[in-house]
């Protein structure tokens, strides 16, 4: 089985976003059966600007493969951020296409990234676990 995971905070970023999506990842590798695989699809640090976080493009952990992408530095500038994850949107599409995932899990610490995920599960008819994180999905109920 090959288990398409998408976030867009994961180590070595800072914040509770990557740590809960790092942990996460290596409980799942720890849990796969042997032969299937987890490729996680996350981007370089870039939660703060004052600290720079380095990583590799591409890691490999046992069962796990990383991909890290660049997107444009956001500032927490909202038409920055836009920008940043229409890059991330772009490079996962070109990323998973035709990847022969069987499972895709998303950690929408941002929504857009449920979105995405979403979007290539249909795409694929593919079944989706969501890590619903952001706050706006209830911001919207309340209002």
Known sequence: MTILYLTFYFEPDLGAGSFRNTALVRELSAQLAPGDTLHVITNHPNRYDSVRQVAPDHEEWHNVRIDRLAVAPHQNNMLAQIVAFYH???????????????????????????????????????????????????NLLSV
């Open 88 to 138: 991330y949107f772009r490079q996962v599409h070109r990323l998973t296409n035709g990847g022969g995932y069987e499972l895709v899990i998303a950690s929408s610490s941002r929504l857009f990234t449920a979105f995405l995920a979403a979007k290539i599960s249909r795409r694929y008819k593919l079944q989706l676990v969501l890590d619903n994180r952001d706050i706006l999905r209830e």
